[in-house]
């Protein structure tokens, strides 16, 4: 990637809970790659801990999780940081729409390398994100 475009790229802060480590480690060292700082917690309660302590731009949440699963987490994160986008991430269907209701956008955790910037993007406000350029 050409550095004019890394240097286009915010410093925004990322908070992804997800139960799945290995998937919060790609997820922060894609972020990281891209600017941004990362935030992790592999659990809905740290996440919420983290939330409530630390200035979040953009959540990215699994639905599927042990103890608070996805919706339970978005209601108190809408309580704790309500101007902060929440991407929910899902491994298949059966997000039911009480839950949909409480979130900015759903990508599926196979098509998450396609679609996770253009989402923040989109949803932290595009004239503050460029997009990668991905023909370098």
């Known amino acids: 990637m050409p550095q004019s475009v890394c240097s286009e790229l915010p410093a925004g802060v990322v908070l992804c809970i997800d139960d799945n480590r290995d ?3 790609c997820e922060r060292a894609f972020l990281e790659s891209f600017g941004y700082t990362v935030l992790t917690a592999p659990s809905g309660g740290e ?11 953009v959540v990215i949440l699994d ?7 996805g919706h339970e987490v978005a209601l108190e994160l809408r309580r704790l940081r309500p101007l902060a986008p929440i991407i929910l991430l899902t491994e298949g269907l059966g997000v039911p729409e009480h839950a ?16 996770l910037l253009p989402t923040i993007a989109h949803l932290y406000g595009s004239a503050r994100i460029a997009l990668p350029s991905y023909d370098a």
């Open 23 to 25: 998937v919060l480690e």
């Open 47 to 57: 996440g919420l801990e983290l939330a409530s302590t630390h200035s979040v731009d």
């Open 63 to 69: 639905y599927f999780m042990p103890a608070m699963n």
């Open 100 to 115: 949909l209701s409480l979130v900015d956008a759903l990508i599926a955790k196979d098509r998450l390398a396609s679609q």
